[in-house]
């Protein structure tokens, strides 16, 4: 049993003027469509919705969000916005065994702290210096949800989705608040030390050694935009040091990279967007475990390895999608 697909749980938790507003625009500007719903393929007794009355029943809070007089106007704001109107915990905190948030507010340690999600793994968006946003400022992380890129990452899969489709399009204010509350947020992890680079891993591609297992692969297909010191180039080409994803526990959303490619969010602030090739159709499952080991091991990052196993169910997965 895995409810609920929608994240209403989120939604149940908008003001009513809010709601009342987002209904009067379906009604105006959303032209209406004849077309049949497609037939249940849930298993019973999956598939019964009265079950989901059970459910709510269990998990549902659909009171307000909670004020914080004291915290100020941004940080109130920006409760409401990631807790209800962004659903952002519906991807980035993690779930139990019938699907429901381990955590809906800040008051929950597993609120935000990153999960798995349709094979991609949702960055933990609590202050954890290595695999959360620690290191990112309110300014940084407003940039992100505007742009799609700032000086430490580039956004790809789903999140280039969100960005284009609705975060670019948020005032000025909004960003900030949202910032403002993700920042207040301590880290899950307890990494309370930032990443400390390390120039060996730059030392030796610089001087053709490539002795570690991944190390070719990268110096081929990855080293031309990432660069030998792993820095990339800001706001184009992501950092692989110290970027959050590479130093996550969970490495799907890097083999998801490397094997399909990606692209970066389509904004109006950027004249175009970027695209990363994917290297599954050159590149053998061992090869790309061991790239990817590479990156997560170089240049100070500490993450653990990839194996040909992840690689290869990961490859699977993505061929019976197709």
Request: aromatic share 10%; charged share 20%; with cysteine.
């Amino acid at each position: 049993m895995r409810y609920p697909a929608m994240p209403y749980p989120s939604y149940a938790r908008m003001r009513a003027d809010d709601v009342a507003a987002l209904y009067a625009y379906l009604r105006a500007e959303v032209a209406p469509v004849t077309q049949r719903n497609p037939a249940p393929q849930l298993r019973f007794p999956y598939g019964m919705r009265s079950l989901l009355s059970v459910w709510n029943l269990l998990f549902l809070d659909d009171g307000p969000v909670r004020t914080e007089p004291a915290r100020g106007d941004a940080w109130n704001r920006g409760a409401y916005l990631v807790q209800a109107v962004a659903h952002c915990g519906a991807c980035h905190t993690p779930r139990g065994r019938l699907f429901a948030e381990k955590g809906l507010d800040e008051r929950s340690r597993h609120f935000l702290s990153g999960a798995s999600v349709e094979g991609w793994s949702a960055t933990n968006l609590t202050g954890d210096q290595l695999t959360g946003l620690g290191a990112w400022s309110r300014a940084d992380i407003a940039e992100f949800l505007r742009t799609g890129r700032n000086g430490h990452a580039t956004s790809f899969g789903p999140m280039s989705t969100v960005i284009s489709t609705a975060t670019q399009y948020m005032s000025a204010g909004d960003l900030d608040a949202v910032a403002a509350y993700l920042k207040s947020l301590p880290g899950a992890r307890g990494e309370d030390k930032p990443f400390r680079p390390d120039p060996a891993t730059a030392q030796q591609l610089h001087q053709g050694r490539f002795d570690l297992p991944g190390a070719r692969q990268y110096a081929v297909f990855c080293m031309p935009c990432h660069g030998a010191d792993g820095k990339g180039f800001a706001r184009v080409f992501p950092p692989l040091a110290g970027n959050p994803t590479v130093a996550d526990p969970d490495p799907a959303s890097l083999v998801n990279l490397l094997l399909d490619g990606a692209v970066t969010a389509r904004v109006g602030t950027a004249a175009t967007d970027y695209h990363m090739p994917g290297y599954g159709w050159t590149l053998d499952d061992q090869e790309l475990a061991s790239v990817l080991t590479f990156i997560r091991r170089g240049w100070g990052n500490r993450a653990g390895p990839v194996t040909e196993a992840d690689v290869a169910a990961r490859r699977r997965a993505l061929a019976a999608q197709r």
